[in-house]
Structures are given as structure tokens and as C-alpha cells.
């Protein structure tokens, strides 16, 4: 993402987060505030971390849009402070605040993202297991995560549901060498495939 680019990615985060969160359209612009300040403190820990945007074009045309995000923190020092719980270990690869634009959902732009996400990790870090956290109730991501090749680690206690949180899951890869990470899978089938986190 560059900063050009940011605006963008702050209103598709802040209208995935509402919609995920059951907000209030009027919540929207609160959230955008948020999500453009921890964007920014994010970019000051690259190239410890990135964030990832797909774009998406009609039938070869010259305009494109803003399709989906994802971000990656390669080692601790891109850590977030305060990671999801259950907690990934510190020094991991992780991938987080994936989101796709509703209208293009269901397309395989999230399993691109995912994909090159893994692709750029395997580049930039030496570790070769990455974490992510997937709702419960999200059961499109975690099909198309599980057909990705991620299993559960751990999963919320029930006790989180008092925090007025949902639970989730935390999930790992064992990423393959840069050397055989070129090959990238075709996405699954679209009906399965939900990408809002």
C-alpha cells in the first residue's frame, strides 16, 4: 500500500470492520479515523510488516478498483501489540485485516490475496509457519483458509462472548521454501469462498 493509497484501503477496512461488527452506517467514519491512525503507525514498522491491496478490472479495461486487503507482519518487530486472542507467537508470520469489497466477493480475489501474501512471507521472513485468526462464525474464510492448507491451533474460550467479542480461531500454515512457493494454486470453488474476516 502506498500512501496514495491509503484512503482507499482505510474506507474498504472501515466498511468491512461495520459490517463484520454490526455497526450502525453512522459508526463508518468513527471507524475510519481509527483505521487511518493504525494504518499510519503500521507503515512505520514496515518492512516488518506490509499491507497487501488487490485491484480488479472488467474484461481488460484500463480502470480498475480496489478490490481486497490483506496485512502481514513478517517477525516480531512488525508485531501488532495487541493481537487477537488466542495469541500467535511473537516472532511468527501472521496475516490479518483481510477484506474484499462486498460487490466482488465470491470472485477468488481473497484467495489471491492469501495466496500472495504467503508468497511475499516466504521472501521476507525465515520462518515458515504463519498464523491467522478466523471468526466462528465465519464460515466462508474458514473453508477457503482450511482448503489453503491452515488447521486449527486454538480456539476462544466461551468467556470471551462477555467481552461483547466473537470467538475465534486460531489457525497455522507450514509455508513451503521460497524455492517452491512459485507455484500458485488455482482458487476453490467460488461458492465457498467468503472474504470479509
Same mark, same amino acid.
Given at each position: 500500500?502506498?500512501?496514495?493509497?491509503?484512503?482507499?484501503?482505510?474506507?474498504?477496512?472501515?466498511?468491512?470492520?461495520?459490517?463484520?461488527?454490526?455497526?450502525?452506517?453512522?459508526?463508518?467514519?468513527?471507524?475510519?479515523?481509527?483505521?487511518?491512525?493504525?494504518?499510519?503507525?503500521?507503515?512505520?514498522?514496515?518492512?516488518?510488516?506490509?499491507?497487501?491491496?488487490?485491484?480488479?478490472?472488467?474484461?481488460?479495461?484500463?480502470?480498475?478498483?480496489?478490490?481486497?486487503?490483506?496485512?502481514?507482519?513478517?517477525?516480531?518487530?512488525?508485531?501488532?501489540?495487541?493481537?487477537?486472542?488466542?495469541?500467535?507467537?511473537?516472532?511468527?508470520?501472521?496475516?490479518?485485516?483481510?477484506?474484499?469489497?462486498?460487490?466482488?466477493?465470491?470472485?477468488?480475489?481473497?484467495?489471491?490475496?492469501?495466496?500472495?501474501? *504467503?508468497?511475499?512471507?516466504?521472501?521476507?521472513? @525465515?520462518?515458515?509457519?504463519?498464523?491467522?485468526?478466523? %471468526?466462528? !462464525? #465465519? $464460515?466462508?474464510?474458514?473453508?477457503?483458509?482450511?482448503?489453503?492448507?491452515?488447521?486449527?491451533?486454538?480456539?476462544?474460550?466461551?468467556?470471551?462472548?462477555?467481552?461483547?467479542?466473537?470467538?475465534?480461531?486460531?489457525?497455522?500454515? *507450514?509455508?513451503?521454501?521460497?524455492?517452491?512457493? @512459485?507455484?500458485?494454486?488455482?482458487?476453490?470453488?467460488? %461458492?465457498? !469462498? #467468503? $472474504?470479509?474476516?
Amino acid at each position: 500500500m502506498r500512501e496514495e493509497e491509503m484512503d482507499l484501503t482505510v474506507t474498504l477496512l472501515s466498511e468491512s470492520f461495520a459490517e463484520s461488527m454490526m455497526m450502525a452506517s453512522g459508526y463508518v467514519k468513527l471507524l475510519e479515523f481509527l483505521v487511518k491512525n493504525y494504518l499510519i503507525e503500521r507503515r512505520e514498522m514496515m518492512p516488518h510488516n506490509a499491507t497487501l491491496l488487490g485491484v480488479y478490472r472488467e474484461n481488460g479495461e484500463e480502470d480498475f478498483e480496489l478490490a481486497g486487503t490483506v496485512e502481514l507482519t513478517f517477525d516480531g518487530k512488525g508485531a501488532n501489540a495487541n493481537p487477537p486472542t488466542p495469541t500467535p507467537p511473537n516472532n511468527s508470520p501472521y496475516i490479518c485485516n483481510m477484506a474484499v469489497r462486498k460487490p466482488l466477493r465470491r470472485r477468488g480475489i481473497g484467495w489471491h490475496l492469501l495466496r500472495a501474501g *504467503e508468497e511475499l512471507i516466504t521472501k521476507m521472513s @525465515s520462518s515458515r509457519e504463519v498464523y491467522l485468526h478466523c %471468526r466462528i !462464525i #465465519d $464460515e466462508g474464510p474458514f473453508n477457503m483458509y482450511t482448503k489453503a492448507g491452515y488447521s486449527v491451533v486454538q480456539t476462544d474460550s466461551i468467556l470471551t462472548l462477555l467481552t461483547l467479542q466473537r470467538r475465534r480461531r486460531l489457525m497455522r500454515k *507450514e509455508l513451503p521454501t521460497s524455492e517452491d512457493a @512459485s507455484v500458485v494454486d488455482a482458487p476453490p470453488d467460488d %461458492r465457498l !469462498i #467468503d $472474504e470479509r474476516l
